[in-house]
Nanobody, 118 residues
Framework: QVRLVEFGGGLVQPGGSLRLSCAAS????????MGWYRQAPGKERELVAT?????TTNYADTVKDRFTISGDKNTVALQMNSLKPEDTATYYC??????????????WGKGTLVTVSS
């Protein structure tokens, strides 16, 4: 089994910053990619940013130039600057893990709440 644990959510004022972190552990041969998704109340889950094992990154247009994804072998972080109320959501970490059988499986964390409000 694989476990993803997220850290760093909380309440922040508009214009502020937060840093989210996620660590993967368990039966992992390798990780192809890790990323962050978010889901606001009443909305579908959406991609925020992803990072492949070769360090290729991808961002949603709504967060480009404000958020930065980084990481290493089994961790991923999301530095969020210039936060806006519309960034309020539960943020989920996702990892595409290659297990020891050679199969790629997606795993999700339980989510961490980010609230941007004055």
């Amino acid at each position: 089994q694989v476990r993803l644990v997220e850290f760093g959510g909380g309440l922040v004022q508009p214009g502020g910053s937060l840093r989210l972190s996620c660590a993967a552990s368990g039966s992992i041969h390798s990780i192809n990619a890790m990323g962050w998704y978010r889901q606001a109340p009443g909305k579908e889950r959406e991609l925020v940013a992803t990072r492949t094992s070769s360090s290729t990154t991808n961002y949603a247009d709504t967060v480009k130039d404000r958020f930065t994804i980084s990481g290493d072998k089994n961790t991923v972080a999301l530095q969020m600057n210039s936060l806006k109320p519309e960034d309020t959501a539960t943020y989920y970490c996702k990892a595409r893990v290659v297990n020891w059988s050679g199969n790629a499986v997606d795993y999700w964390g339980k989510g961490t709440l980010v609230t941007v409000s004055s």
